[in-house]
């Protein structure tokens, strides 16, 4: 955990330009903004996605994970909404005024198939099927099976080398928005709200960001 931490630390760093926020800002920074909106390329926490309709069948529903996409898009739109509230009090500034809108899909993604109690086509993943790979509270990648089909005791063991089944891996990427209406303010002020997001997003929600966001 101290590790996943150093490197949250690091992510933070690299993206939020620190140099700039804390030194004289250059006259580009004074140029004004109306109404920014934040792109944010991530991997989602569990919170921020939900599993399939036969997950608690076949327990293959991650640590967190609601169980409907409805309720998954209200925790991840009240994270972001919140985290840009929080950013405007920290740095004195009043959210009173302003409207803030998140917008994001949240994906479907699940686990592999762990419950030998389950209906015989429940207990098992075909070749070709995919899973999610859940690390540090954090899902980072897409599992593809070759080889052999997986079935609910290989998950269980994560013995798949030993059954000749081979995974071949693929980085997730997921995008949102969030629009913030009926305010103005200099690059540099928007710059410094978008790096607080990022910090309170990271630290208070698990969001892995992919890359800095993107002010538009």
Not at 42 to 50: D, G, L, M, N, S
Not at 99 to 121: L, M, R, W
Request: aromatic share 12%.
């Amino acid at each position: 955990m101290i590790y996943w931490n150093l490197i949250n630390i690091f992510i933070i760093l690299s993206f939020s330009n620190f140099s700039k926020i804390f030194s004289c800002p250059s006259s580009d920074e004074f140029g004004i903004i109306s109404n920014p909106t934040f792109s944010l390329t991530f991997q989602p926490p569990a919170a921020w996605t939900y599993p399939l309709p036969s997950s608690e069948e076949t327990l293959s529903f991650f640590p967190g994970q609601p169980m409907t996409q409805t309720i998954a898009q209200n925790i991840a739109s009240t994270d972001m909404e919140s985290a840009v509230i929080s950013a405007f009090k920290e740095i004195g500034l009043s959210p009173d005024s302003i409207t803030v809108k998140a917008t994001y899909i949240p994906p479907q993604f699940h686990d592999c198939y762990k419950n030998g109690a389950a209906s015989t086509e429940l207990q098992v993943l075909k070749v070709g099927s995919t899973f999610q790979i859940f690390e540090n509270g954090v899902i980072t990648r897409t599992a593809t099976i070759g080889g052999a089909d997986l079935t609910y005791d290989i998950c269980l063991a994560q013995s798949y080398a030993e059954n000749s089944i081979t995974l071949t891996y693929t980085e997730i990427s997921e995008q949102a928005t969030i629009k913030i209406d009926n305010f103005s303010a200099s690059k540099f002020t928007i710059k410094q709200l978008a790096s607080i997001v990022t910090t309170k997003l990271v630290f208070g929600r698990g969001v892995k960001f992919l890359k800095e966001i993107v002010i538009s």
